[in-house]
């Protein structure tokens, strides 16, 4: 007589698991063709026909972009704008509706608060990492996490427990001048993104 094993998950694990499953399909691996090579990162969709938000030093001054979406669809990206803060918006043109995040508010965050990061390390795609907010630099207007960012993630979202992207992540410090995560990310405040995406429709 067989036994069925019963998986029993912690409340926390469900709340990990349910964001990624509802926000992986939004989430989109980026290859841009470079002089000097190709340049990898993540994005977010923000709209289902097609407006990703990534970082724009993944894209640089590249002319030939290549958007993978989660099932494996590849489509060539236009970008349409670029600002500052190390932030770009693409756009494509799928074959279908896309799934979007959803953007919260990065006012609301607090230093201890539970964050998640979806993103692409070294060619992983739809890796899923845990961690908190470890700081807020308000100087430079920064999250500090310790959620694993690695090459890669730039561009990808910072996600409360909600599934809510509250953060773009941008970069990792590492004084030792090794490539690898040590536990401090940066990303910079969905709020900044907002502002940025608000006024490129604006002008449109």
Known sequence: MSTLS???FEADEKINMNVYERINPAIVSIDAQLSDGVSAGTGCVVSKDGLILTG???I???KDIDV???NGQIYKAKLLARMNRDLALLKIE???PLET???GNSENIRVGQKVLAI???FGFTGTLTQGIVSRIDYNKNRIQTDAAINPGCSGGPLLNSSGEVIGINQSIYNPDHNISNIGIGFAI??????KFISSINFKK
């Open 56 to 58: 724009a030093h993944v």
């Open 60 to 62: 640089d001054d590249s």
């Open 68 to 70: 993978t979406t989660y």
């Open 189 to 194: 405040p969905i709020n900044d993104a907002k």
């Open 94 to 96: 799928p074959k279908t």
């Open 101 to 103: 995040v959803q953007f």
């Open 119 to 121: 993103g692409n390390p």
């Open 6 to 8: 019963v998986i029993a």
